[in-house]
C-alpha cells in the first residue's frame, strides 16, 4: 500500500483521512463507554426502586472480583489505544511519503487540479492531490504529472477508417465531480494524411455536439503521423512518421475526467511555442505557459467576444501543428509549463482535431478544410470606411460622402433608429435620409449599417406568440434589459428565423439601401443577469459546480443559460456558437435580399468557422498606443482562426485614460498601420471628422489611404488564395521563418501575405526604430539605397523614421502589383487603375508574384469563370507573365504602366519588350533600380521583358 501511495497510483489519500475517522469511531463506540463493558450489566434493584449506582454496587464486590474487573478495564483501555495507534501509524507513513513525494515535484511537472473551487488542503487530499501553499507561482492544489487518474481500455477494435476503443472508470479512484460516467467510447478516425479525429463520448446517453460536419478522405498510405494508444491508463500520443520518437501531442498524463458537468482532458506539448485560443482581450501573441488561464465563454466582460478553442503549436524540431477542440461549452484553458494544456469544458463531448502541417501555412489549409473557407470579400470591403453610431442630421451624413478622401464604406448606426428599435429609421431626424443614400450611391460608395440581435417587445418585429425566440425553461419568451429597453433574442436554431429576418431586412433595405451590416452584441450581451426575472437558484446550468476562472457567472450580461431553443437545445450548450449562428443566418438573409451580389457582414461574436460568412470588427478600443498595439496581436490570431477580414478601430473607439494619447499622431501612426489592415474601418463613439485636424495631419492620413488603394490588387488576391485555400491575409512573421527561433516571440511586426513585411511605429515621438529582419533579402520601400541583407546579416537593425514614412520592406523573390494610382473609390480603382509591377529580386536572382481580378462584386465570379488569374515570374535577365486562368465573363481592360526591377546585379542598358528588335528607350537605371515606363502592356495578355 505504501508503494501504491508514493506514486499516487492506487488510492487517493483521502481514504486515509476517512479510513482514521471511521476505525476512530468504530473503536469509541464499542469499547470507549463503561456501562457497555461486559459482566456489569445488574438486574436487581434497591428497596427505593432505583438500580443502584455502579460505584454502589462495587463496593460490595469482592476484591477478587474487584481486581478482575480493574485488570479488564486497563486491557480494555490497552486494547483502544493499540488500535488507534496502530490506525495512525498505518496513515502516517503514507502520508509522509505523499507529501515528500508532492513536495519533490518541480514546478513545470504539476498540473493544476483546483477546478477553481477548491479552498482547503482537506479537499485538496481527498481527491488524491497534492497541497503545496508556499509554492509560489504554481497552484497550491496539483498532480504531479503522472499520476494515475482515469479510464482503461477494455476492448478495442481496429477500422481500416481507424480504431473503436471502449473505456471504463477506474473504480479504486474517488470521483471528483458528481456524474462521472463509468464507460466511455473513443472513436479515432484517419480523416486524411494530415488529419486526425479523436472523440470520446458516453455511448449510453446522448451529449450536445456542435453541428459541424467533417469528411474523411482516409488513404492510408501516406499518414503523415504514427499514433500510439496505452491501455492500462487510457491515453494516446501523436508523432510524425518521420520523426517517430518526437511526440507532438500526448495525453498520457494525468487527469481524464468525463462527468455531466465537468469534461477535463490534459495534453503535454513538445515545446512552449503555442499562439491561440484568445481575441479581442489583450494577451500577447506567444502564450504564456505559466498557469495561465484562458476562459472561453463569449461575453461583453473583459470583451471576450468570441470562442475559439484552437491552437497553433511550433514543434520543439521546428515543425508547426495545429489542435481544435470542437466543444461550444464554457470551458477553461491552462497553459502550464511541464509544457502542458488543460481543457476543462463544462459540458457537450471530447471531439477534437489534430493537423500535422508541417509548415504553418499547411496548418492553415488544412484547418480550413475541416471549418470552411473564408468567404471572398466584396472588393469596396478592402476600402477605406469611416462612420458613426451618433450622427445627427442628413448634412453630417452628407459631409463624410463628400470628403475627399478615398472612400467606399459609410457606416451609421443606433442614431438613425426610430426610438431604439431594430430594422427602423428615424425618418423625423433625418427627412433627406433619401436623397443622401442617393448621393452615396452616384458617388460610387455604399451604405452600411451597426445591427444588434435584440428585438424591443413593442417592436412590430416582436410577435409574443411566436416561437422563433429563445425561451426560459418554462417555454416562455426570455426577456432581457437593453439599452433601448425590455427586448426578446432571436433564436437562429429555429429554422423559421431565416424566413422571419429576410422578410425583416426587406423592408428595412426598401427604407435604408444598405449594403451590408455589422452584427453587435450578439454574444449576445444584454443589460441585465439571465433576464430580466433572473435566473433559477436551483437549476444546475444556470449555477453549475465548475466556474470558470475568469468568468464565474455565466450569466453576467446574458442569457440564462437554462435557456432553451429550438429541438430543446439549451443556451448553456450553444452560448459559444450563437455568434456564429446568427452570423450564418444573417448571411443567408442578406444573400436572399441583396441578390447576385456580394453583400458585406460583420460580426462581434465568433467561433471557428464564422470566416466562412463574416469578418470580424474590433469595435470598443481605445485611443492608446497600448491599444493600438494589441490590435496586431487581435488580427494575427483571427486570420489563424479562418477570419481573415478583421480590423481594429482605427484611432480608438473612445477615449482612453489619459486624453493627451488620442491626438494627431497616433491617428496618423494608426492611419499607417490600418494599410495593411485586411478591414480599415474608423468608427469613433463621438464623431470627429479628420478635417478637423491640421493641414499636416490630414495630409498623411490622406497618404495612408490611398497607399491602401494602390495595394489593392495585391490585398485583393490574397483574399482569394484565403477563399480558395484556407491562406492567412496577415501572418506572423515566424509563418515564414520557423527556423528563426526570433520570430517566435515577435508581435509588433507583421507579414502582409508573404511579399511585404510591415514594421509599424508602435510609440510616440519616435525618430529611429528598431526593426527585426529575418534572413532574407529587404527592400526598403521608402529608400532605395536601403537594401538589407539579412541572408548574411539578419537580426535588429536600427531604421530612421518620420511621421510622414511608412516603414515596411518588400521580401526578396517577390513582385508585388499595385495600381499606378489611386482613385475615390475602389469601383474606379479597379475599372481604370492600370499597374505597376514592383519585382524584388532574391539573392539568388529569382522573384515571384500573382493576381487575381473579376468585377469585384458579383456573387459566383469564381464557381461562374469570370476572373482573371495572372502568374508573374522574374530573373536576372526576364521578366515573364502568364495567364494561367483567363475567362470571358471577366473583361479587364487595365494595363501594366510601369515596372521596378531591384536587386540587379549588373547595370541594365538595353530592354526590350516582346519579340520586338526595337529597344524600348523609356527606362532608368538608377540607384540599382531599373524603371521602365509608359508599357501599356494588356495585363490580359502574356509578354516578356528582357533587360541587359
Given at each position: 500500500m505504501g508503494d501504491n501511495i508514493h506514486q499516487l497510483t492506487s488510492l487517493p489519500y483521502s481514504n486515509f483521512e476517512d479510513e482514521h475517522s471511521e476505525d476512530a469511531d468504530h473503536a469509541h463506540g464499542e469499547h470507549g463507554h463503561g456501562d457497555h463493558i461486559p459482566h456489569l450489566h445488574v438486574e436487581n434493584v434497591t428497596s427505593s426502586g432505583r438500580k443502584p449506582r455502579l460505584t454502589e454496587k462495587f463496593k460490595t464486590l469482592t476484591k477478587e472480583k474487584k481486581i478482575t474487573i480493574i485488570l479488564a478495564s486497563l486491557l480494555v483501555i490497552l486494547s483502544v489505544f493499540t488500535i488507534v495507534y496502530a490506525s495512525v501509524e498505518k496513515h502516517r507513513k503514507p502520508l509522509e511519503d505523499h507529501e515528500a513525494t508532492c513536495k519533490a515535484v518541480e514546478k513545470f511537472e504539476r498540473v493544476d487540479a483546483g477546478f477553481n473551487i477548491t479552498k482547503t488542503k482537506k479537499q485538496c487530499l481527498k481527491w488524491g492531490a497534492c497541497w503545496d501553499?508556499?509554492?509560489?507561482?504554481?497552484?497550491?492544489?496539483?498532480?504531479?504529472?503522472?499520476?494515475?487518474?482515469?479510464?482503461?481500455?477494455?476492448?478495442?477494435?481496429?477500422?481500416?477508417?481507424?480504431?473503436?476503443?471502449?473505456?471504463?472508470?477506474?473504480d479504486a479512484l474517488d470521483s471528483i465531480f458528481p456524474d462521472e460516467v463509468k464507460t466511455l467510447k473513443c472513436i479515432i478516425s484517419y480523416e486524411t494524411d494530415s488529419r486526425l479525429r479523436v472523440k470520446i463520448f458516453d455511448p449510453a446517453n446522448e451529449r450536445y455536439e456542435v453541428p459541424m460536419s467533417s469528411h474523411h478522405e482516409v488513404s492510408g498510405h501516406r499518414m503523415q503521423y504514427i499514433l500510439t494508444i496505452t491501455r492500462q491508463m487510457f491515453g494516446f500520443s501523436v508523432?510524425?512518421?518521420?520523426?517517430?520518437?518526437?511526440?507532438?501531442?500526448?495525453?498520457?498524463?494525468?487527469?481524464?475526467?468525463?462527468?455531466?458537468?465537468?469534461?477535463?482532458?490534459?495534453?503535454?506539448?513538445?515545446?512552449?511555442?503555442?499562439?491561440?485560443?484568445?481575441?479581442?482581450?489583450?494577451?500577447?501573441?506567444?502564450?504564456?505557459?505559466?498557469?495561465?488561464?484562458?476562459?472561453?465563454?463569449?461575453?461583453?466582460?473583459?470583451?471576450?467576444?468570441?470562442?475559439?478553442?484552437?491552437?497553433?503549436?511550433?514543434?520543439?524540431?521546428?515543425?508547426?501543428?495545429?489542435?481544435?477542440?470542437?466543444?461550444?461549452?464554457?470551458?477553461?484553458?491552462?497553459?502550464?509549463?511541464?509544457?502542458?494544456?488543460?481543457?476543462?469544458?463544462?459540458?457537450?463531448?471530447?471531439?477534437?482535431?489534430?493537423?500535422?502541417?508541417?509548415?504553418?501555412?499547411?496548418?492553415?489549409?488544412?484547418?480550413?478544410?475541416?471549418?470552411?473557407?473564408?468567404?471572398?470579400?466584396?472588393?469596396?470591403?478592402?476600402?477605406?470606411?469611416?462612420?458613426?453610431?451618433?450622427?445627427?442630421?442628413?448634412?453630417?451624413?452628407?459631409?463624410?460622402?463628400?470628403?475627399?478622401?478615398?472612400?467606399?464604406?459609410?457606416?451609421?448606426?443606433?442614431?438613425?433608429?426610430?426610438?431604439?428599435?431594430?430594422?427602423?429609421?428615424?425618418?423625423?431626424?433625418?427627412?433627406?435620409?433619401e436623397d443622401t443614400i442617393s448621393d452615396l450611391h452616384n458617388k460610387e460608395k455604399v451604405l452600411l449599417v451597426d445591427t444588434r440581435p435584440a428585438i424591443l417587445l413593442n417592436s412590430s418585429l416582436y410577435d409574443e406568440n411566436a416561437t422563433n425566440f429563445v425561451r426560459d425553461s418554462a417555454n416562455k419568451t426570455i426577456v432581457a434589459k437593453v439599452a433601448g429597453g425590455e427586448a426578446a433574442l432571436p433564436d437562429y436554431f429555429h429554422p423559421d428565423t431565416l424566413n422571419w429576418l429576410q422578410g425583416a431586412l426587406t423592408t428595412y433595405r426598401s427604407a435604408l439601401s444598405f449594403a451590408g451590416l455589422f452584427i453587435d452584441e450578439n454574444e449576445p450581451s444584454t443589460l441585465s443577469d439571465g433576464s430580466v426575472g433572473g435566473c433559477s437558484n436551483t437549476d444546475s446550468y444556470d449555477d453549475p459546480i465548475y466556474r470558470l476562472r475568469n468568468v464565474p457567472k455565466l450569466k453576467k450580461k446574458t442569457l440564462c443559460p437554462s435557456a432553451r431553443h429550438h429541438g430543446g437545445l439549451r443556451h448553456y450548450d450553444v452560448h459559444n456558437i450563437y455568434g456564429w449562428k446568427s452570423s450564418a443566418v444573417t448571411n443567408a438573409a442578406l444573400s436572399g435580399v441583396i441578390k447576385e451580389q456580394r453583400s458585406l457582414l460583420l460580426s462581434r461574436s465568433t467561433y471557428l468557422g464564422s470566416g466562412v460568412h463574416t469578418g470580424h470588427f474590433i469595435k470598443e478600443n481605445r485611443a492608446?498606443?497600448?491599444?493600438?498595439?494589441h490590435s496586431i496581436v487581435a488580427m494575427l490570431n483571427y486570420?489563424?482562426?479562418?477570419?481573415?477580414?478583421?480590423?481594429?478601430?482605427?484611432?480608438?473607439?473612445?477615449?482612453?485614460?489619459?486624453?493627451?494619447?488620442?491626438?494627431?499622431?497616433?491617428?496618423?501612426?494608426?492611419?499607417?498601420?490600418?494599410?495593411?489592415?485586411?478591414?480599415?474601418?474608423?468608427?469613433?463613439?463621438?464623431?470627429?471628422?479628420?478635417?478637423?485636424?491640421?493641414?499636416?495631419?490630414v495630409k498623411r492620413i490622406q497618404d495612408a489611404v490611398e497607399l491602401r488603394y494602390k495595394l489593392l490588387p495585391t490585398l485583393y488576391t490574397l483574399f482569394y488564395s484565403a477563399h480558395t485555400r484556407g491562406l492567412t491575409v496577415v501572418s506572423p512573421l515566424f509563418f515564414d521563418y520557423l527556423d528563426d527561433k526570433n520570430t517566435l516571440s515577435i508581435e509588433t511586426q507583421f507579414m502582409f501575405g508573404t511579399g511585404i513585411m510591415f514594421a509599424p511605429v508602435l510609440k510616440p515621438g519616435v525618430t529611429e526604430h528598431e526593426v527585426y529582419f529575418p534572413k532574407d533579402l529587404?527592400?526598403?520601400?521608402?529608400?532605395?539605397?536601403?537594401?538589407?541583407?539579412?541572408?548574411?546579416?539578419?537580426?535588429?537593425?536600427?531604421?530612421?523614421?518620420?511621421?510622414?514614412?511608412?516603414?515596411?520592406?518588400?521580401?526578396?523573390?517577390?513582385?508585388?502589383?499595385?495600381?499606378?494610382?489611386?482613385?475615390?473609390?475602389?469601383?474606379?480603382?479597379?475599372?481604370?487603375?492600370?499597374?505597376?509591377?514592383?519585382?524584388?529580386?532574391?539573392?539568388?536572382?529569382?522573384?515571384?508574384?500573382?493576381?487575381?481580378?473579376?468585377?469585384?462584386?458579383?456573387?459566383?465570379?469564381?464557381?461562374?469563370?469570370?476572373?482573371?488569374?495572372?502568374?508573374?515570374?522574374?530573373?536576372?535577365?526576364?521578366?515573364?507573365?502568364?495567364?494561367?486562368?483567363?475567362?470571358?465573363?471577366?473583361?479587364?481592360?487595365?494595363?501594366?504602366?510601369?515596372?521596378?526591377?531591384?536587386?540587379?546585379?549588373?547595370?541594365?542598358?538595353?530592354?526590350?519588350?516582346?519579340?520586338?528588335?526595337?529597344?524600348?528607350?523609356?527606362?532608368?537605371?538608377?540607384?540599382?533600380?531599373?524603371?521602365?515606363?509608359?508599357?501599356?502592356?494588356?495585363?490580359?495578355?502574356?509578354?516578356?521583358?528582357?533587360?541587359?
Amino acid at each position: 500500500m505504501g508503494d501504491n501511495i508514493h506514486q499516487l497510483t492506487s488510492l487517493p489519500y483521502s481514504n486515509f483521512e476517512d479510513e482514521h475517522s471511521e476505525d476512530a469511531d468504530h473503536a469509541h463506540g464499542e469499547h470507549g463507554h463503561g456501562d457497555h463493558i461486559p459482566h456489569l450489566h445488574v438486574e436487581n434493584v434497591t428497596s427505593s426502586g432505583r438500580k443502584p449506582r455502579l460505584t454502589e454496587k462495587f463496593k460490595t464486590l469482592t476484591k477478587e472480583k474487584k481486581i478482575t474487573i480493574i485488570l479488564a478495564s486497563l486491557l480494555v483501555i490497552l486494547s483502544v489505544f493499540t488500535i488507534v495507534y496502530a490506525s495512525v501509524e498505518k496513515h502516517r507513513k503514507p502520508l509522509e511519503d505523499h507529501e515528500a513525494t508532492c513536495k519533490a515535484v518541480e514546478k513545470f511537472e504539476r498540473v493544476d487540479a483546483g477546478f477553481n473551487i477548491t479552498k482547503t488542503k482537506k479537499q485538496c487530499l481527498k481527491w488524491g492531490a497534492c497541497w503545496d501553499f508556499t509554492a509560489l507561482g504554481s497552484p497550491e492544489c496539483f498532480y504531479p504529472f503522472s499520476n494515475r487518474r482515469g479510464y482503461r481500455v477494455v476492448t478495442s477494435k481496429v477500422q481500416v477508417w481507424g480504431m473503436e476503443i471502449d473505456l471504463e472508470r477506474i473504480d479504486a479512484l474517488d470521483s471528483i465531480f458528481p456524474d462521472e460516467v463509468k464507460t466511455l467510447k473513443c472513436i479515432i478516425s484517419y480523416e486524411t494524411d494530415s488529419r486526425l479525429r479523436v472523440k470520446i463520448f458516453d455511448p449510453a446517453n446522448e451529449r450536445y455536439e456542435v453541428p459541424m460536419s467533417s469528411h474523411h478522405e482516409v488513404s492510408g498510405h501516406r499518414m503523415q503521423y504514427i499514433l500510439t494508444i496505452t491501455r492500462q491508463m487510457f491515453g494516446f500520443s501523436v508523432s510524425r512518421t518521420h520523426e517517430a520518437t518526437s511526440t507532438i501531442f500526448n495525453t498520457t498524463m494525468e487527469g481524464l475526467i468525463f462527468s455531466d458537468q465537468l469534461l477535463q482532458l490534459n495534453m503535454a506539448l513538445s515545446s512552449s511555442n503555442v499562439y491561440g485560443l484568445s481575441g479581442d482581450h489583450k494577451d500577447g501573441l506567444l502564450r504564456k505557459m505559466e498557469f495561465n488561464y484562458q476562459s472561453v465563454w463569449a461575453t461583453s466582460v473583459e470583451k471576450r467576444h468570441g470562442a475559439h478553442p484552437f491552437l497553433l503549436h511550433v514543434e520543439k524540431d521546428g515543425h508547426a501543428s495545429g489542435f481544435f477542440l470542437q466543444n461550444s461549452n464554457a470551458m477553461d484553458v491552462v497553459l502550464s509549463p511541464y509544457p502542458s494544456i488543460t481543457f476543462r469544458t463544462s459540458g457537450g463531448i471530447l471531439d477534437f482535431y489534430i493537423f500535422l502541417g508541417p509548415t504553418p501555412a499547411e496548418v492553415m489549409t488544412q484547418f480550413s478544410d475541416k471549418i470552411g473557407k473564408p468567404f471572398l470579400p466584396p472588393l469596396w470591403a478592402l476600402g477605406y470606411h469611416f462612420g458613426s453610431e451618433n450622427f445627427q442630421t442628413d448634412e453630417e451624413i452628407s459631409a463624410l460622402v463628400n470628403s475627399t478622401f478615398p472612400l467606399d464604406g459609410v457606416w451609421v448606426g443606433k442614431s438613425t433608429l426610430e426610438e431604439n428599435m431594430e430594422f427602423t429609421v428615424d425618418a423625423a431626424r433625418y427627412p433627406n435620409i433619401e436623397d443622401t443614400i442617393s448621393d452615396l450611391h452616384n458617388k460610387e460608395k455604399v451604405l452600411l449599417v451597426d445591427t444588434r440581435p435584440a428585438i424591443l417587445l413593442n417592436s412590430s418585429l416582436y410577435d409574443e406568440n411566436a416561437t422563433n425566440f429563445v425561451r426560459d425553461s418554462a417555454n416562455k419568451t426570455i426577456v432581457a434589459k437593453v439599452a433601448g429597453g425590455e427586448a426578446a433574442l432571436p433564436d437562429y436554431f429555429h429554422p423559421d428565423t431565416l424566413n422571419w429576418l429576410q422578410g425583416a431586412l426587406t423592408t428595412y433595405r426598401s427604407a435604408l439601401s444598405f449594403a451590408g451590416l455589422f452584427i453587435d452584441e450578439n454574444e449576445p450581451s444584454t443589460l441585465s443577469d439571465g433576464s430580466v426575472g433572473g435566473c433559477s437558484n436551483t437549476d444546475s446550468y444556470d449555477d453549475p459546480i465548475y466556474r470558470l476562472r475568469n468568468v464565474p457567472k455565466l450569466k453576467k450580461k446574458t442569457l440564462c443559460p437554462s435557456a432553451r431553443h429550438h429541438g430543446g437545445l439549451r443556451h448553456y450548450d450553444v452560448h459559444n456558437i450563437y455568434g456564429w449562428k446568427s452570423s450564418a443566418v444573417t448571411n443567408a438573409a442578406l444573400s436572399g435580399v441583396i441578390k447576385e451580389q456580394r453583400s458585406l457582414l460583420l460580426s462581434r461574436s465568433t467561433y471557428l468557422g464564422s470566416g466562412v460568412h463574416t469578418g470580424h470588427f474590433i469595435k470598443e478600443n481605445r485611443a492608446t498606443w497600448e491599444d493600438m498595439r494589441h490590435s496586431i496581436v487581435a488580427m494575427l490570431n483571427y486570420n489563424m482562426y479562418g477570419i481573415p477580414l478583421v480590423g481594429a478601430n482605427i484611432c480608438g473607439y473612445k477615449i482612453g485614460d489619459d486624453p493627451d494619447e488620442a491626438g494627431e499622431e497616433l491617428c496618423v501612426r494608426w492611419h499607417q498601420l490600418a494599410t495593411f489592415y485586411p478591414l480599415a474601418k474608423r468608427y469613433p463613439a463621438v464623431e470627429t471628422q479628420m478635417l478637423n485636424f491640421g493641414n499636416d495631419t490630414v495630409k498623411r492620413i490622406q497618404d495612408a489611404v490611398e497607399l491602401r488603394y494602390k495595394l489593392l490588387p495585391t490585398l485583393y488576391t490574397l483574399f482569394y488564395s484565403a477563399h480558395t485555400r484556407g491562406l492567412t491575409v496577415v501572418s506572423p512573421l515566424f509563418f515564414d521563418y520557423l527556423d528563426d527561433k526570433n520570430t517566435l516571440s515577435i508581435e509588433t511586426q507583421f507579414m502582409f501575405g508573404t511579399g511585404i513585411m510591415f514594421a509599424p511605429v508602435l510609440k510616440p515621438g519616435v525618430t529611429e526604430h528598431e526593426v527585426y529582419f529575418p534572413k532574407d533579402l529587404w527592400y526598403d520601400y521608402n529608400n532605395p539605397n536601403n537594401v538589407i541583407d539579412g541572408v548574411n546579416d539578419h537580426g535588429l537593425s536600427n531604421q530612421s523614421v518620420s511621421l510622414d514614412k511608412q516603414t515596411y520592406y518588400a521580401r526578396g523573390g517577390h513582385i508585388i502589383v499595385t495600381h499606378f494610382s489611386s482613385f475615390s473609390n475602389t469601383k474606379e480603382t479597379n475599372e481604370k487603375g492600370d499597374y505597376v509591377l514592383d519585382v524584388y529580386l532574391s539573392a539568388s536572382g529569382q522573384s515571384y508574384g500573382e493576381l487575381y481580378t473579376d468585377d469585384g462584386v458579383s456573387m459566383h465570379t469564381i464557381t461562374h469563370d469570370q476572373f482573371l488569374y495572372v502568374k508573374f515570374n522574374a530573373s536576372q535577365e526576364h521578366l515573364r507573365s502568364e495567364v494561367t486562368l483567363r475567362f470571358p465573363g471577366h473583361d479587364n481592360k487595365n494595363k501594366i504602366q510601369e515596372i521596378n526591377i531591384r536587386g540587379l546585379t549588373n547595370h541594365t542598358k538595353e530592354v526590350v519588350v516582346g519579340d520586338s528588335t526595337d529597344l524600348w528607350e523609356n527606362f532608368t537605371f538608377q540607384d540599382g533600380v531599373l524603371c521602365v515606363k509608359s508599357l501599356e502592356l494588356p495585363i490580359v495578355e502574356a509578354f516578356m521583358l528582357t533587360y541587359r
